[in-house]
């Protein structure tokens, strides 16, 4: 969201490469959110930031590399399910009216703080994965068919 503010307002210099001063950062919208709404940005932002930790020293042989495969994946969800709900904070009404929700289906899920996973956190993001990646999970659902919102399609690049 912020990347296609920046392009829209920032003068490039050399191909893409955008003039990044206090004047046009100061431009950039900051949505509202509620203080439960950032709590859970923030929790996802954590399983982010210890997956990235701990998925830079996993050997990439034998089982190894099939679990770290879903891990990486599950890394990738993770980043996606953030976008989402940063989209949504930005852009409520137009995803509202095409019916997408996000906030509402990781509130009801009530994720737990990476400290309170007990045991081998790996495990424990594992199965919060495995629940929120159903195929019939609506924040899956959700997330696949964020492209057609057509202000998505806007600020994504696509045609």
Not at 10 to 18: H, K
Request: some cysteine; glycine content about 4%.
């Amino acid at each position: 969201m912020v990347q296609f503010f920046i392009n829209q307002i920032c003068p490039a210099i050399r191909g893409d490469f955008r003039r990044f001063k206090s004047i046009y950062v100061s431009q950039i919208p900051i949505p509202t959110a509620t203080e439960l709404e950032k709590q859970v940005i923030e929790i996802l932002v954590n399983y982010v930031l210890y997956l990235t930790a701990a998925l830079k020293d996993i050997p990439s042989q034998g089982e190894a590399l099939r679990e770290s495969s879903m891990d990486k994946l599950m890394n990738s969800y993770f980043e996606q399910i953030i976008d989402a709900l940063v989209t949504e904070l930005y852009l409520p009404e137009e995803l509202h009216n095409h019916d997408r929700y996000f906030m509402r289906y990781v509130l009801t899920e009530n994720l737990p703080d990476l400290d309170q996973i007990k045991g081998d956190k790996m495990v424990g993001l594992r199965e919060i994965f495995e629940k929120l990646f159903d195929k019939d999970h609506p924040l899956r659902v959700g997330i696949f068919f964020l492209d057609s919102v057509p202000a998505v399609r806007v600020i994504r690049g696509l045609k």
